[in-house]
């Protein structure tokens, strides 16, 4: 879990490298002061069973489908229980938000947690997070005042670090 500033500078430049149309916290919660994004890890078998061919595994489309639900049922959860103590909260599904034409989002869970410091981009474009990079990123806004997290100036990607590694471009299908 990791947790940005709504007012954090880094937002307003999604609207260029991400999508120009891409909605800022208040956007979303007029009130907003906080962003909570989180990651939900898969086990190590989900990202192996994608080793095998260039097509997704039934078992990376199963737990893809499966954590869609359980990210929804978090983001549900958070925003409950700041409701309890009188903070507004707002989500954005974890998925099928998105333009169907660009196939593109207005907001992207993937930015907004690199924002509130749960990792890096790798190579791969994905962000590595302290559990890896396989696994799904949620995230809400709220007007809750609660601390935000400190961007890591840690690389995590080997590759751009010292070019130690290239295992994303040798196993994956895009190669990186």
Known sequence: VGIADAQDAF??????VVRDT?????DLLRTARRVIAF????GAAVP??????PYASEMWARAYIETNGLLAAIGHRLIAALAERDYDAVTVPAT???????????????????IAGLGTFGR???????????????????????E??????HEACLN????????CVTRGVAQA
């Open 96 to 114: 099928h938000n998105f333009d169907e034409a660009s196939l593109m989002s207005d907001w992207s869970h993937k930015h907004v947690a690199y």
């Open 148 to 153: 935000p997290t400190l961007r890591t100036a």
């Open 124 to 146: 791969h474009h994905m962000l590595i997070t302290s559990q890896g990079c396989a696994g799904r990123l949620g995230s809400l806004v709220t007007e809750a005042p609660i």
């Open 48 to 53: 192996r069973s994608n080793q095998s061919g």
């Open 160 to 167: 751009k670090l010292d070019g130690s590694c290239g295992a």
């Open 22 to 26: 891409h909605a800022l916290p208040t």
């Open 11 to 16: 937002f307003p430049k999604l609207k260029e």
């Open 39 to 42: 990651f939900v890890p898969f």
